[in-house]
């Protein structure tokens, strides 16, 4: 199925509801030109796993490089032991507009997003507050959430775009997936479509409550921009009754790609929101 660009994946399964209530959380648009501010809803501080010279904010955009493996950065959305709860019937989203820089289309090489849930409490310093040089930002090991990785490959018979949870401790890296060793399982997957260097597309990840104990993860990525009425292959959903994650506080965007295949990631905009649907 070819889902248009501007068909609002929140409230997917409740489409047929009479209103739907916006509530901003984050809207950042990179303007300040610190990525150490945490000031939402304007601004969020984002720590980078490899570095200060992987992840770089100018005016108008946050600078993702991609030349190393297994780059990720994150950010928190609220405060130490604060949280976006979910009840029936509201979702929360994840949304960012990007343009790859993209060197090689023939290496399978991967963006990941994802929203998570930290587990800290309100007298808890959290976990993460400044880059690493490693691979790993430590005391991430209990995170939980949910995750879509698409490759940025012309391939498109080949790749699919794929949806995981992070459901237990593991000592890994945050935004990884790979299910044999870690701490990641696969929910679900579908085709893709082609990609085109410097083109602008939109991310969107969204995780809707349905009932006490279930809830719909979706994700999808569309070309042109967030007003875009172009069509895409690039989306995934399902269902998950296994003890879902339903509240938030921190956000991971990923890049995997050792071979420099993929020069870096322009943010232009990032954006986390809660809806609430009724009747």
Do not use: W
């Not at 790859?100 to 800290?120: C, K, M, W, Y």
């Not at 090991?141 to 879509?148: F, M, P, S, T, V």
């Not at 690039?234 to 295949?261: H, M, W």
């Amino acid at each position: 199925m070819k889902i248009p660009a501007n068909f609002t994946l929140i409230g997917f399964s409740l489409i047929a509801c009479s209103s739907v209530a916006f509530s901003s959380i984050v809207k950042d648009h990179f303007d300040d030109s610190n990525r150490g501010l945490q000031s939402p809803p304007q601004s969020l501080a984002y720590f980078a796993n490899q570095g200060p010279n992987s992840l770089i904010e100018q005016e108008g955009a946050l600078i993702f490089n991609g030349f190393k493996a297994n780059r990720f950065f994150m950010a928190y959305f609220t405060e130490p032991g604060g949280y976006i709860d979910l009840a029936v019937g509201e979702a929360i989203s994840l949304k960012f507009t990007f343009r790859p820089d993209i060197v090689n289309f023939t290496q399978s090489r991967h963006l990941r997003f994802a929203l998570f849930e930290s587990g800290d409490s309100i007298d808890d310093s959290r976990a993460v507050s400044s880059d690493s040089f490693a691979t790993e930002l430590l005391g991430l090991q209990n995170y939980r959430g949910y995750q879509a990785s698409l490759s940025l490959r012309n391939s498109p018979a080949n790749e699919q775009m794929v949806l995981a949870k992070r459901h237990k401790t593991f000592s890994d890296l945050l935004i990884v997936f790979n299910p044999a060793n870690s701490g990641y399982s696969h929910l679900g997957q579908n085709g893709q479509g082609d990609f085109v260097s410097k083109r602008v597309y939109t991310a969107q990840l969204n995780i809707i409550r349905l009932e006490t104990n279930k809830a719909e993860i979706s994700a999808i990525v569309v070309p042109d921009g967030p007003d875009s009425t172009v069509g895409t292959n690039c989306f995934v959903k399902v269902i998950d009754t296994d003890a879902p994650t339903l509240r938030f506080d921190s956000l991971a965007i990923g890049l995997n790609t050792a071979d420099g295949s993929v020069r870096d990631i322009q943010i232009e905009e990032l954006e986390v929101f809660k809806v609430r649907i009724s009747d």
